[in-house]
């Protein structure tokens, strides 16, 4: 590493850290006709990807006028045209915004206005959603036989991408710190927000992604680098792109290092697994959801024909602390890892794994290394080592602000700190453990409750799938602990068995007051995110 001087603060950068996306994908020549993207019946090597991303930048720049610092917007499921998509705009210099694809019509042309996009790449089921609502914007459809602007007339259909030009897209002269995507926050607390990350941010966070895995390595006394693999590393990614794991933790690692990445129109457990064993799958990168339901369906001695699996990797939302032992017993000889981090920060702030996930299997593990991390208290001051306040984070990986909203990056960006708005402890070998979202923490007749603390002690009784913890109002305590729970239909549980199983677990003002008992998945974002706030107003509909 070494210090730069970048927006007035000195900051720990990589000297080896490419210096933006256009070199990635440029580099990534060097793989050829290896397999890139994996989709359904399409296979993309490298080189192919690479023509039809500079074929794509070449269309915008000369069809549409798009100029470096212009927005470009992708809203469509996991196709490879995604990838092409975000690579050709990036290349150009265009400011790439990736929207969540789940997103209503309504909330779509709201983000394509906001982001002020020049031209929007859309599947058939976003073109849908957008029909007949102002965003501003040129729609470009992918994979449809419709009227207006097809992605196929501008570059080609995927069947004929190996035979476009060797020729690359026009050069806007990149630097690290120019920008280079607006992604939307999940906007669980509130509305989404575009954080506006740059080249150098993306690219620290490339570094970042291979950290643990080599500290592990030297750790247990094996050589780094590694020799080279006798096969092509697959990554099996049923995350979407436009979160800020897809991306900048799945597509972009993978692109540089020359994996194969196979992705999924939709979650489904048996075609996954049927993914990992005809592709020989090393790496799954998941949401803690997923993994949930992984080992509840295999069994704990492992399945034959997934032996090729040495990692399993999970973030994006709060995790039990026995997913850790659940993967080791499901997928033998592999690692667990888990990555903790926000859009904010262009993907990771910490990450845990291997032998210290096993051992610490509470904590998100150790802050990466061009990061600086300071815990304090409500005043803006540091808290006494290992106590409870929030966590501020600063280095190169932290977003530029929210594009147009000066107030809303003023409020969690001072200094050059980017206040995360989670409560956690460090101990003394640097492991951090989030407590709770600091909006979301319940106050109780004074008390603080951290809610990830009662949620582990839930998912620890037998019988429980997955549960949600959140503060409802009182007029006596200020606030009572309430929690929706998902346990499994012939596991018997009633509310009184769960309380009295926390009972002998938690003191007694942090057991739940009120419970609702489910058997349906929790509602959650495209992140993996729980939407308390729905849960919430149903719980407090249903006991009043």
Aim: hydrophobic fraction near 40%; proline fraction near 6%; charged fraction near 25%.
């Amino acid at each position: 590493m070494r210090e730069e001087l970048i927006g007035g603060e000195v900051l720990r950068t990589y000297l080896h850290a490419p210096a933006h996306l256009r070199q990635v994908l440029d580099e990534s020549r060097r793989y050829t006709d290896l397999t890139f993207l994996v989709h359904d019946e399409h296979r993309v090597s490298f080189e192919t990807h690479w023509r039809a991303a500079n074929a794509f930048g070449k269309a915008l720049a000369e069809v549409y006028g798009v100029r470096k610092g212009d927005r470009v917007a992708v809203a469509m499921r996991n196709f490879p045209e995604w990838s092409v998509c975000a690579f050709g705009a990036l290349a150009i210099g265009a400011i790439f915004v990736p929207l969540n694809a789940w997103e209503t019509g309504a909330r779509l042309a709201r983000m394509i206005q906001d982001s002020r996009a020049k031209v929007t790449v859309v599947d058939g089921e976003r073109r849908e959603r957008l029909e007949g609502l102002d965003h501003g914007s040129i729609l470009i459809t992918v994979r449809e036989e419709v009227g207006g602007e097809r992605f196929e007339r501008l570059v080609a259909p995927i069947a004929d991408w190996a035979g476009l030009p060797d020729r690359p897209a026009p050069d806007p002269g990149l630097s690290p710190d120019d920008p280079a995507t607006i992604g939307f926050t999940s906007g669980t607390t509130g509305a989404a927000k575009g954080a506006l990350c740059t080249h150098r941010n993306a690219m620290t966070n490339l570094v970042n992604t291979q950290y643990r895995v080599a500290r592990a390595a030297l750790r247990r006394g094996d050589t780094w680098p590694p020799a080279p693999p006798a096969e092509q590393a697959v990554t099996l990614l049923p995350l979407p792109f436009f979160h800020a794991t897809g991306m900048h933790s799945g597509l972009v690692p993978a692109l540089a290092r020359g994996t194969r990445l196979v992705t999924m129109h939709r979650w489904e457990i048996e075609k996954a697994l049927a993914l990992i064993k005809s592709e020989r799958a090393s790496v799954l990168v998941l949401v803690p959801t997923l993994v949930e339901q992984l080992l509840q369906h295999l069994p704990a001695s492992g399945t034959p024909g997934l032996e090729s699996v040495r990692t399993v990797t999970y973030g994006g939302a709060p995790a039990s602390a026995d997913l850790a032992a659940g993967v080791q017993s499901r997928f033998p000889g592999a690692a667990p890892a888990q990555g903790y981090g926000a859009t904010e920060v262009t993907s990771l702030i910490a990450s845990n794994s291997h032998e210290d996930l096993i051992a610490k299997p509470d904590s998100v593990g150790t802050v990466v290394p061009c990061c600086d991390v300071r815990v304090v208290d409500d005043t803006g001051q540091d808290v006494e080592p290992g106590a409870p306040g929030e966590l501020l984070v600063r280095g190169p990986q932290v977003f530029h602000g929210y594009w147009g909203q000066e107030d809303a990056t003023a409020a969690v960006k001072q200094n050059g700190w980017y206040r995360t708005g989670d409560v956690v402890t460090i101990d003394e070998e640097g492991f951090i453990y989030v407590k709770d979202r600091k909006k979301d923490m319940i106050i109780r007749g004074g008390e603080n409750i951290y809610c990830a603390e009662v949620e582990q002690a839930i998912s620890r009784i037998t019988g429980v799938v997955e549960c949600a913890v959140f503060g409802l109002p009182d007029k006596v305590m200020g606030e009572i602990v309430a929690a929706t729970v998902v346990v499994n239909k012939d596991a018997g549980l009633n509310e009184r068995d769960l309380q009295d199983q926390l009972a002998g677990e938690l003191a007694a003002y942090k057991v739940p007051t009120l419970l609702s008992l489910v058997h349906a998945p929790l509602p959650r974002n495209a992140a993996g995110k729980v939407l308390k706030s729905g849960l919430r107003d149903e719980l407090r509909a249903e006991k009043t």
